[in-house]
DNA sequence: TATGAATGAGTTTTCATTCAT
DNA sequence: CATGAATGAAAACTCATTCAT
C-alpha cells in the first residue's frame, strides 16, 4: 500500500523536526525568542513555514521541544563525566562546563535568558528548579568527599560560580579570559591537598 | 491658555519623563523588552501613547534613557559602599548587591536579559564591558589591600559569583537562601584573618 | 489638556465602529462568515485592517457585536407593528417581514446562516431559542384573540412558515413570488370573518 | 504486485469514493464546509490526503459530487412515497421529511446552509430551483385532486412550511416538538374531509 | 503639552494542493 | 491505487509609529 515504509516516513519526519529545532536552537540562543520570527527559523532550517507548523502546534512549542531535547542531552553529559576520584570529577565538570561555554555558547544563551523568562513560560520553572537543585546536591556530594570545609555553602557557590561566569562570558565575548579561570578554578577545586 | 515659565515647562516634561521611564523599568524587567508594548508601558505610566512619541524617539530609545538613567544612579552607590577599611567596603558592596536582590529584582532582570541581547542593542556593549572592568579593577584592588592571594583572579571569581547568584536567584525567586549565601561570603572573604 | 474632547472621541468612535459593523454585516450575508476575511471587511469598511481590532478582539467578535446590534433594532421594530386589532398587527407583522425579505435579504441570509451554525458560535443558541419563543408566544396571543382554533399549533405554522418563506425566497431569488404569498397570507390569516 | 481485474479496481475506487463522500457529509453538514478541512475529511473517511485528490480534482468537487449524489439519493425517495391516494401520498411526504428531521439532520443542514451560498456555489442554483420547483408542482398536483381551495398557493406554503420547520428544528434541537407538529400537519392536510 | 484614532508592515498560523515514492 | 511530507498563498492578528486636533 504505502509507497513509503513507516519507518522511511519516521526518519523523514525525524530529519526534518531535528533540522528545526537546531536552526530554532541557534536563532533562539543567538537573537532571543521574542526577536526571532517562526519564517527566520524556517529559513534557517532550509524549510517551508508550514512544514515547521506540521511538526510543532505553534512558536512556544518548538521552545517546549526544544527544551525537552536540551534536558535529554544532559543525561549523556553526566554519565561523561563521571569518575570514582570526587576531585576529577569536579574537574571533569569544570572542564565541561568551560567547554560548553567556548563551543555552544548559543545554547547557553538560550538557555540563560529562557531561564530570566520563566515567568512567561510556565513549563521552564520546574525543571529548572529540580536541574539546580540536583546540581546542588551533585556538588555537595563531590566536595563532602574532597573533606572541603562547608561543602553545602560552596555547592552553592561553584553553582553561582559557573553561571556567573557563563553569564559574563556571553556578555563580553572573546575579551572574557575562559582560559585563565578555568586553569584557576580547577587549581583552586581540584588540586588542593588533601 | 495658562501662560508656563521655562521652568513650569521643564518640570512638567521632567515628571512625565520619569513616570514612562519607571513604567518601562517595571515592564520591560518583568515581562522583558520584546513582549513589552509600548501601550503596556503608557497604561502603567498612565499617559497617552502618543505622549510617549514625545519624549522617546522609538520603543528603543526608552530603554537607552532608561539604561543612561541607571548608570547615573549607580555613581551614588559607590559614594555610599565606599570605606576606608577594604574589607568593611568589600562587605557593603556585598551587602548592597544582596539587598538589591531582595528589593529590586525587576531592575536585574531587566539588565541581566539585556545584557543576553548585546547583539540586538548596540549601544550596550561597550558600557557593559566597561562597567564590569570597573568592578573588576575595584574588587582587585580592594582584595590586595586584604592580602588575599591571587587577587586578579579572585576578583574575576567574585564579579562572576555575584552575577551567578543574583541570576539563580531571579530564577529559584523564594526558594534560594539569599541570607545564607550572604553571610557565608561576608565570613570568607571580610572576616578573614588578615 | 485633551486636543479633543471625551464627546468628540466617543462619536469617533462610534462612527468608525458603525461603520466596520455595516461593512460586516453586508459581507457576512452575502459571502457567509467563514467566507469573509477580515481583510475585507477593512476595504468594504474604507478602514484599515488594524483598525478593525482596535474596536472588535476578533473576528468572532464583530460577529457577536453584530448580533448585538440586530438584537437591538428589532425592539423597535416590535412597537412600530403594535396595534390593538389582534388581525391588524397580525397583517402588520406579516408585511414587515415581507418588506424586510425584498430590502435586507443580506440580513436574513446572515441571521438564517448564523443560525444554522449554532453549534460554532455559542453565544448564538440561547438568544435565538429565546426569539423564537417570544414570536410563538406572540403570534398565539394574537390568533388567540382573532379566535382561530388550534392557535398554539398555528403560531408555530405561522413561524416556520416565515421563515420557510425567507428562506426560499433567499435561494430563488427574483423568481419567488413574493407578493403573491404576501396577499395570500394576509387574505388567510388576517381577513377571515371573525 | 497483485494483478486486479479492471472490476476489482473498479470496486476499490467506488469504495474509497464513497468513504470519502460519506465523511464529507457528514463534516460539512455539521461544521460547515468552510469550517471543515480536507485533512479532516481525509481522517474520517480513514484515507490520506492524497487520495481525495486522486479522486476529486478540489475540495469544491467534493461538494459538487456529494450533491450530485444526494440527488440521486433522492429519486429513490419519491418512488418510496408514492401513492394512489393523494393524501395518503401527501402523507406519507410528510412523514418522510419529519423522519428525515429526526434522524438525518446533518443533511439537512448541509444542503440548507449550501442552499444559503448559492452565490458562492454556482453549481447549486439551477438544481436547487428545479427541485423546489419540482416539489411545488407535485404539491399542487397532490393538492388540487384533494381538492383543496388555492392548490397553487397552498403547495407554496406547504413548501416553505416544511422548509421552516426543518430549518427550525435544526437551530431549537431537541426542544422543537417535531411529534407535535407532525400530527398536526396530518390532520389539517390528509385528513379533512373531501 | 497631550490625546487616542488610525495606519501598515510584519507576525503567527492555517490549509488546499502538489509530488516523490 | 495510496501515502503523507512539503509548499505557498492567504488568513487572523499585533504593534510601533504617525498625525490631526
Redesign the interface.
Known amino acids: 500500500m504505502s509507497p513509503k515504509t513507516k519507518e522511511q516516513y519516521e526518519e523523514i519526519r525525524e530529519a526534518s523536526s531535528n533540522k528545526i529545532l537546531m536552526a530554532a536552537l541557534e536563532l533562539f540562543g543567538?537573537?532571543?525568542y521574542?526577536?526571532t520570527s517562526v519564517s527566520e527559523v524556517a529559513s534557517k532550517a532550509e524549510v517551508s513555514k508550514g512544514l515547521i507548523y506540521n511538526y510543532f502546534q505553534s512558536k512556544e512549542h518548538i521552545l517546549q521541544q526544544l527544551f525537552t531535547y536540551l534536558n535529554s542531552q544532559e543525561q549523556d553529559v553526566l554519565r561523561q563525566v563521571e569518575d570514582d576520584d570526587p576531585k576529577k570529577m569536579l574537574e571533569n565538570i569544570l572542564r565541561y562546563v568551560f567547554a560548553e561555554l567556548r563551543n555552544n555558547s548559543d545554547l547557553w544563551?538560550l538557555i540563560?535568558?529562557l531561564?530570566?523568562?520563566?515567568?512567561?513560560f510556565d513549563f521552564l520553572h520546574q525543571p529548572?528548579?529540580n536541574k539546580?537543585n540536583s546540581y546542588y546536591t551533585l556538588f555537595e556530594s563531590l566536595l563532602t568527599q574532597t573533606g572541603i570545609k562547608?561543602p553545602d555553602?560552596e555547592a552553592?557557590?561553584i553553582?553561582?560560580?559557573?553561571?556567573?561566569?557563563g553569564?559574563?562570558s556571553?556578555?563580553?565575548?572573546k575579551?572574557y579570559?575562559l582560559d585563565?579561570?578555568e586553569e584557576?578554578?580547577v587549581q583552586k577545586y581540584c588540586r588542593n591537598a588533601t
Chains 1, 2, 3, 4 share one sequence.
Open positions: 543567538t537573537k532571543g521574542d526577536a544563551k540563560t535568558s531561564a530570566l523568562q520563566v515567568g512567561k529548572l528548579v539546580l562547608n555553602k552553592k557557590v553553582g553561582a560560580l559557573l553561571d556567573g561566569i553569564f559574563q556571553l556578555v563580553l565575548g575579551d579570559p585563565e579561570i584557576y578554578l
